[in-house]
Every structure is written in C-alpha cells, then in structure tokens.
C-alpha cells in the first residue's frame, strides 16, 4: 500500500514537472486570473486586483518553463513577444519585465518582495512562495 | 523656439540624471540591399545599381530613470540614406502620472498610421518596409506634448494618444513648418482582433522645393492674381488627415487594412486618399506576406479653371503655369509586395520582398528587390 501510494506521488510530481506554477508573496491575497497575467506581462497593467503595485519577473529566455508560459499564458512565441517589446521599447512606452536566471532567482526575489509575481516549474515550488495558479 | 528648447530639456534631463539612476541602452538596425529591376527604374531612393546605404539604418536607444515617477530617453538615428550622420530622432521626458497615464514632452513621433511609431524598427513588423505609399505624408516627428492612455472598456484594451505641438524642417514638398498641431489616436484591441481610429489638423506653412512654383507664385502676385497665388501656396492654411485601420491576428494568420485621407485647404495639394490591406501567415519562424497599396491623389482642377479665359490673353502663360504646377500633385499609383520574414535567430530577422508598383497615369511600371536584416539589441 505504502509503496503504491509512494508511486503515485512519483508519478504525480513526474506528471507534473512539464507544468508552470505563477506563484507570488506569501502575504498577497490576490486572485489573478489568465487576463491579469496577460495584461501584467505585457506592460498593459501594473498593479494586482486589490490596486497595490505588481512587479512581473521573467525567466531567462532559454529556461524551459518561459518558453511553456510564453507560449500556454502569452500565446506568442518568442520571436513575436520580442517584436511586441521592441514596439513599445523603442516608442518609450515600456520595458519588458525583469529577466532572471533561473527558477531559484525568481523563487528567492518573490519570496522577498510582496509585489512580485513570477512562475518556475511546478517542480520547484516550495513553502517560501504562494502558488496562485497553474497551467 | 518652443521646440528646440524641448528637445535641450529633454537632452538635459539625460546629462542631469544621478549617478545612481537606472540607465537602459537598446537599439536596433537595419541592413538592407536592393536594387530595382529595370536600368532606368527608379523607387524608394533605389536604382538598378545595387545599393546598401539606402534603407539601412542603425540607432541607439538611452533611458534613465530619474526617479519620482520621471524618466528621460533619446533615440540617436543614423540613416544610410543620409551617410549615417547621427541625429536626435526621438528626444523627450517622460512623468508617469498614474498606472495607465503617461506624458511625454520633447521631440515625439506623430502616431498618424498604425505602424508609424515605429516604423524604423524592421523587426518589430514583418514586411521589409511599411506601406510606403500609404504612410506618404514626408515628415514622422512632432515637437511638442503627447499623452498615452491604457484602459481596459468593455473587454476591449483601449489605448489613446493626444498629442499637442508642432514641426519644422522638410515635408514632401519642401522645408515648412507645422504650427497648433493636435489631435489623437485611439485604438482598441481584444483577444485577436483591433480597430483604430486618427485625427490631426495643424496649420501648414511651406516653401516648395520646386522653384518654378515659387516663381509662378512671385509672378501671379505681381500681376494681380494674389487670389489665385493664396489658393496654391502654403501659408497657415489648414491641414487635416484621418486615418482608420483594422486587423486581426489568429490562429497564425495576421491581416491589416488601413486607410487614410489628407487634405490641406486652400492650397495645391491634392486630395490624397491612401489605403493597404496586407496578409500574412506564420508557418513557425517563416512569414510569408503579400500586401497591396493604394494611392489616389485627386488634384484641384476648381484651383485655375475660373481663370481659363486668361489661357486667350498674354497671361496665358501664368494660367498655364498655375494648371501644370496644380496638376503636379495628381497621383494614382498600385504597389503589390510579396515577400517573407525569416526569424533565424532569437533577435534577428531576414527578409525579403519584391515589390511592383505601377503608376496608372503615366501607365509605367516599377520592380524592386530589397533583401536584408533587421535586429534588436
């Protein structure tokens, strides 16, 4: 029994490795919607429900889960978000969010900052974060 | 006066910022080559001698953050075109007044077309260039006072720009200025779908880079014929254009319609109606694209025709002279572009794009190949 149920937790947390979890501040109590996440990661918004300020982090192009959020949250590919930046880069109507190295990076500055928002792997979520959403 | 004192403001703010501000450089270039198919052909600055500098450009972006909800940025711009000298092509300040209001104050880019912001960024569009017939109106940038507005209406991401100010230096048709420039852009996007609506007016001012239309104007008023003169030159006469456009983005399929029409009252310029409609469809890192433009000057024939009976006296030649400078202005022109973006790396694009333009009043035809990069850094 013990060993069936240890299977199923490997296979579970195998399962659910491939996914994303946008995870933020212990102490904020926002809900964020699909939408929120889309308006705050492309610049149209800067703030979560309850009105306090949000600060979007990013992953480093190359990590596997910004590759699965750009195209699962943001429904571009890479080439098309970076044309999108360089539209409101270079008219002086934004910047693209902060970039950050790794999942540990994103994970450590969310833990930190009560406004922060970001998403890692589902598979390095730990207690220091709030899991908000998956996908 | 007014707006070079902007432009120094805004340069200032950038030499002023503390040494502890958040500085950003970016920038973007183009690299193309081109050449047009016929000996004596002649489009978009190319000849049939295969030329690197014409459309190729390079810029350098600064920002820096000063704090207290300020910010300063400059776009330095060197085009092939002009043997890459350096200029301030964008120069302002920016005070971000809430989370969805900013103002920007210097050297900005009117937003008359859809893509006119930034259409020297080549990678953030994949056509090779915009639609140059559609987006003719021979000067981009305002000196003055804009503000930017995000919202969320009805489902819809809404954003407007106002903008407030004025011009100087070269237009299609010769250095003039731009005075009481307003008006706004709004446009409303959702899900895979935009619409966008533009209207400016400003009072127009030129001297024609043709002589022989400054020198008709010189001999109409010395003649008596002030009348007539007012009615072709350029002096405070108002100016007005309206742009709307439409697209959709789905499912890899991306289309844009716009059209736009601009008049400048009681002067020779025609009334020019423009209009594009481009398809592309994304097959992974390849866009092929093919787009077609419209462009449909009308002269002013109601111009000379009360003065036709001088066509009889030895004033012909002013009368003559003022129904060939006004008649100048008549365009009808077709342009088809084909061609496709290759994203072969993460910041850099390739493309290429033939395009055919024919002119339909004088029933000549023009080929053009341009193949080039365009990157972000």
């Given at each position: 029994m013990i060993q069936k149920i240890a299977l199923l937790v490997f296979v579970l947390s195998f399962g659910v490795q491939a996914d994303i979890a946008v995870i933020v501040n212990p102490a904020n109590a926002n809900v964020v919607s699909a939408d929120d996440l889309n308006r705050l990661f492309l610049g149209r918004a800067s703030s979560f429900a309850d009105g306090t300020k949000a600060t979007p982090l990013n992953l480093s192009e190359g990590q596997v889960a910004r590759d699965e959020f750009d195209s699962k949250v943001l429904n571009r590919s890479s080439a098309q978000l970076k044309a999108y930046w360089s539209k409101l880069v270079f008219t002086g109507k934004g910047t693209p969010p902060k970039e950050m190295a790794d999942d540990a990076a994103v994970k450590a500055a969310v833990a930190a900052d009560p406004n922060a928002i970001g998403y890692i792997s589902s598979g390095s979520v730990d207690g220091t974060v709030k899991v908000v959403t998956t996908f | 006066m007014l707006k070079k004192s902007l432009i120094a403001f805004a340069v200032s703010g950038l030499l002023i910022a503390p040494a502890h501000a958040e500085v950003q450089i970016n920038g973007f270039a183009s690299i193309k080559a081109g050449m047009t198919l016929d000996s004596d052909d002649e489009l978009y600055g190319y000849t049939n001698d295969l030329d690197f500098k014409n459309e190729s450009l390079m810029a350098l972006q600064v920002r820096s953050d000063?704090?207290?909800?300020l910010s300063v940025t400059a776009q330095l711009m060197g085009r092939g075109n002009n043997d890459f000298d350096i200029g301030f092509e964008w120069a302002f300040i920016t005070y971000?007044?809430?989370?969805n209001t900013m103002i920007n104050a210097g050297r900005l880019r009117?937003?008359?077309?859809?893509y006119s912001e930034y259409k020297d960024v080549g990678y953030a569009y994949d056509w090779s260039r915009v639609p140059r017939s559609v987006y003719g109106l021979g000067f981009d940038n305002i000196e003055g006072i804009s503000v930017y507005r995000t919202d969320i209406i009805a489902g819809f991401d809404s954003t407007l720009i106002a903008m407030y100010g004025g011009y100087d230096g070269t237009t299609g048709l010769g250095d003039g200025q731009l005075d009481g420039f307003v008006g706004a852009s709004w446009e409303l996007s959702r899900d895979w779908y935009n619409f966008r609506i533009a209207y400016y007016n400003a009072d127009a001012s030129l001297t024609f880079a043709n002589q022989d239309a400054n020198n008709l104007l010189g001999a109409l008023n010395a003649n008596g014929f002030a009348a007539l003169a007012e009615e072709i030159d350029f002096d405070k006469d108002k100016g007005t254009f309206f742009g709307i456009g439409a697209g959709i983005d789905r499912e890899n399929l991306v289309i844009v319609a716009e059209y736009n029409r601009t008049e400048v009252d009681n002067t020779l310029f025609a009334n020019r109606e423009n209009y594009f409609i481009s398809v592309a469809y994304r097959l992974g890192s390849i866009t092929p694209y093919i787009s077609h433009e419209w462009e449909r000057h009308d002269s002013k024939p109601e111009i000379y025709q009360p003065y036709?009976?001088?066509?009889?006296?030895?004033l012909a030649p002013l009368y003559f002279g003022a129904v060939a400078t006004v008649e100048s202005q008549a365009k009808e022109a077709d342009t088809l572009n084909i061609g496709l973006r290759y994203d072969f790396h993460s910041s850099a694009a390739f493309k290429l794009q033939y395009t055919s333009q024919k002119n339909k009043l004088l029933d000549t035809r023009v080929g053009l190949l341009v193949a080039g990069v365009d990157l972000v850094f």
């Open positions: - | 000063l704090g207290e909800k971000q007044l809430n989370d009117g937003p008359f077309y859809k036709q009976n001088l066509a009889s006296t030895p």
